[in-house]
């Protein structure tokens, strides 16, 4: 019998339409968010989010364009905004961490990063959705213990955490440590075993 999907994977192929439209909607503009104006650029970050996409190019660009112009705009959602863009800073912030170098100068995407991720943190000083963004703000670093110990620290205090363990999984295939990320994952899959993501 065929596979099916889950419904998450139906929802991501959604909003992989959804993404492409509002692309296509931007063209026209050459894809200048200024251009493009709120709603259009609103919704294109919106459809890259409910997609998935790993789409960091056009997060940056229309995320700091409507953190910029249109943060009051944003309402509520401008917290999602923050951390959709920040996600996006680390990803082009990153720098490995040579072995015996010293402080280097940070880029302007971390010191932007980090400055997203103050705001998150005093607006939401409990929350393990921000300890995990602190987490991969230490990785992109390059300071992977720290990492480590800020994934450990959520799973202590939520243990079915499935984006800290995901991030760990990852961290420990990264480090060279396969044997210890697939007994992370099985021990997470005999607590969770509906997963799909993990299997």
């Known amino acids: 019998h065929p596979l099916t999907l889950p419904k998450a994977d139906a929802a991501a192929r959604c909003g992989m339409s959804a993404l492409a439209e509002a692309e296509a909607a931007c063209a026209p503009y050459g894809n200048e968010p200024s251009r493009c104006g709120f709603e259009l650029s609103r919704s294109l970050l919106l459809a890259v989010r ?8 056009l997060v940056l660009k229309f995320g700091q364009y409507l953190l ?5 705009r944003l309402g509520a959602e401008v917290w999602a905004m923050y951390e959709q863009v ?8 990153r720098r490995p961490r040579a072995a015996g170098s010293g402080a280097e100068e940070p880029s302007e995407e971390m010191r932007l990063a980090s400055e997203y991720y103050s705001l998150l943190a005093a607006r939401f000083p409990d929350s393990m959705r921000v300890k995990r963004l602190e987490g991969m703000m230490w990785e992109a670093k390059g300071e992977y213990d720290m990492a480590m110990a800020d994934y450990d620290e959520i799973l202590e205090e939520e243990p079915n955490n499935l984006a800290a363990l995901k991030r760990q999984v990852a961290l420990l295939r990264a480090r060279g440590k396969p044997a210890e990320a697939a007994k992370r994952l099985a021990a997470h899959l005999e607590v969770v075993g509906a997963d799909a993501d993990g299997w």
Do not use: V
């Open 68 to 72: 910029r112009s249109h943060a009051g």
């Open 86 to 93: 920040y996600i996006a800073l680390l990803h082009y912030g």
């Open 50 to 57: 409910e997609s998935r996409a790993h789409r960091p190019d």
